[in-house]
């Protein structure tokens, strides 16, 4: 059982900066790719940044040149650094875990954190 558990949500004006945090069970990232998400009221949840088993990270579009996502293997910790905030950013933010089959991450996001609030003011 994979425990996902994020943080560092909070409102800010456009232009600012936030860093979210996902705590993960000891040992997830040796066995699962990581992914952050996001869902605004009315909208459908969105892939923000997700990491493939080859290290490989994809950034939504929205997001490109503002958003950088990283893992500190040591505190068992997934990062969001979000950058040049804008106030379409407003969402609910979600870390999610999916299994690792020999660096295959093509099966469905199995486990999710509770969710950070992020709001963003103009």
């Known amino acids: 059982q994979v425990q996902l558990v994020e943080s560092g949500g909070g409102s800010v004006q456009s232009g600012g900066s936030l860093r979210l945090s996902c705590a993960a069970s000891?040992?997830?990232?040796?066995?699962?790719?990581m992914g952050w998400f996001r869902q605004a009221p009315g909208k459908e949840r969105e892939g923000v940044a997700t990491?493939?088993?080859?290290?490989?990270?994809n950034y939504a579009d929205s997001v490109k040149g503002r958003f950088t996502v990283s893992l500190d293997y040591v505190k068992d910790t997934l990062y969001l650094q979000m950058n040049s905030l804008k106030p379409e950013d407003t969402a609910m933010y979600y870390c999610?875990?999916?299994?690792?089959?020999?660096?295959?991450?093509?099966?469905?996001?199995?486990?999710w954190g509770q969710g950070t609030q992020v709001t963003v003011s103009s």
């Open positions: 000891r040992y997830t990232f040796s066995s699962y790719c």
């Open positions: 990491i493939e088993g080859d290290g490989t990270i």
């Open positions: 999610a875990a999916r299994l690792s089959r020999g660096g295959d991450c093509s099966g469905s996001w199995q486990y």
